[in-house]
């Protein structure tokens, strides 16, 4: 559990880190507009929110007060899979704990 814990927060500090080097280096409003005008991107943003939608979903069945899930479902379309990666750190002993039961 800790192996996984720790693979899931490196992945996360990844992805911000990708994440500051985009925004340090890149074109943000260039991305953007291929993003919508090619069939791709477009695929790729649907994909990325509907994860987002099935991890909600996830979050709001484990978390046993509706305002902490609502707490921690409200930041993830902005905050994205580092918010992901917190929540997962945070609740894995207990999800794995659960879902073994």
């Given at each position: 559990?800790?192996i ?8 996360g ?5 990708l ?10 409003g ?6 919508m005008?090619d ?9 990325l ?7 909600a ?29 917190l ?15």
């Amino acid at each position: 559990m800790i192996i996984l814990r720790l693979l899931t927060a490196l992945g996360g500090l990844a992805l911000g880190g990708l994440i500051w080097l985009a925004f340090t280096t890149g074109d943000f409003g260039a991305a953007g507009a291929w993003l919508m005008s090619d069939p791709w991107g477009r695929v790729t943003l649907f994909d990325l929110y509907l994860g987002f939608f099935f991890l909600a979903l996830i979050m709001a069945f484990f978390e046993k007060h509706p305002l902490r899930a609502i707490l921690w479902i409200a930041p993830l379309p902005i905050l994205g899979n580092i918010w992901a990666a917190l929540w997962l750190v945070l609740s894995l002993p207990e999800l794995a704990r659960r879902l073994r039961a």
